[in-house]
């Protein structure tokens, strides 16, 4: 199969569709991205890869943070951290605090904001240095030291999070965040201004595809059980209230940003990384699920 033929055909036949969708202006560094941006990169497990478009130029990746952060809890606390969020689709909006009240307090997933504050105070009690370890971590897996937090777009997102701080001061209300609400905040909005490219998320998401073991330099980051439960978490609740329709029409575990990236992963074959800042009614990029949608249908490459 030439994978290299059939992304560009994808990407060229995605790239000259009318850019519907916005801008995550909410949050006012991510107002300034260039809307036209579209950039895709592949990596396989036997180390081929392949970019097109703006795939090597870095952005804020958002919400996909919130795999490293829940993978990194994983591998630390292991199922206690079930304890403290589910794993449920949820069936609303990313930022929604429809079901905290009904649901004492526990985040349908840790995709949601509310679950990924969660996490964050997991990470937030076990880390000596919660922001430094966190990176070493992300670091270390993608064997790339340059990629770094954007301090810009972590105080724009502090400046203006105010439902988000409301999310937290909630989860405290039911016991649900252990340390001070302002700093597990500034540490969750720390982690999703995470700033990578195509190509280097890609790279890093390989190890997903590969049962939890980095391919480049072989080390483990999560069990093989671990590796699957997440990937089905990706599966079933990557794109929030779109997350059955992403499921039906790619059929690959995926996580998007508001960045405007995704990420896609096929256990045991590939990580393919998209971005375009648009991003429709449900806050995923409208490019990005078009082109991983027209790149599965033409592949015929997907786990279903």
């Not at 130029?57 to 606390?77: D, G, H, N, R, T």
């Not at 937290?168 to 209300?173: R, V």
């Amino acid at each position: 199969m030439n994978l290299e033929a059939i992304i560009t055909a994808a990407y060229q036949k995605t790239k000259i569709q009318k850019g519907k969708g916005a801008l995550a202006d909410y949050i006012p560094e991510l107002a300034n991205i260039d809307p036209s941006k579209f950039g895709v990169h592949i990596t396989t497990l036997n180390e081929g890869s392949f970019g097109i478009g703006d795939s090597e130029e870095k952005f804020s990746i958002q919400s996909i943070s919130k795999v490293l952060s829940v993978c990194l809890a994983y591998s630390i606390e292991g199922e206690a951290i079930w304890k403290r969020v589910g794993v449920e689709p949820s069936g609303t909006a990313f930022n929604s605090l429809v079901q905290l009240e009904s649901d004492n307090g526990i985040p349908r997933n840790p995709f949601v904001n509310a679950g990924a504050i969660v996490v964050a105070d997991i990470l937030y009690s076990v880390l000596e240095n919660p922001k430094k370890d966190f990176l070493e971590f992300v670091r270390s897996i993608s064997g790339n030291d340059t990629i770094d937090y954007s301090a810009k777009i972590a105080a724009s997102e502090m400046d203006v999070g105010y439902r988000n701080a409301a999310l937290c001061y909630f989860l405290k209300s039911f016991g649900n965040i252990k340390n001070e609400a302002l700093d597990v905040l500034q540490f969750y909005f720390d982690m999703c201004s995470l700033e990578m490219s195509c190509k280097d998320l890609s790279r890093l998401f390989l190890f997903l595809a590969n049962e939890g073991t980095r391919v480049l330099v072989p080390s483990q980051v999560l069990t093989k059980s671990q590796a699957k439960r997440i990937n089905a978490l990706m599966q079933t609740c990557g794109f929030y209230d779109e997350s059955g329709e992403f499921a039906f029409e790619v059929g690959l575990p995926g996580k998007s940003g508001v960045g405007g990236g995704i990420i896609a992963v096929h256990p045991g074959h590939y990580a393919i990384a998209v971005w375009s800042p648009k991003l429709n009614k449900k806050g995923n990029s409208y490019k990005g699920v078009k082109f991983l949608e027209e790149f599965t249908t033409q592949s015929q490459f997907s786990i279903f």
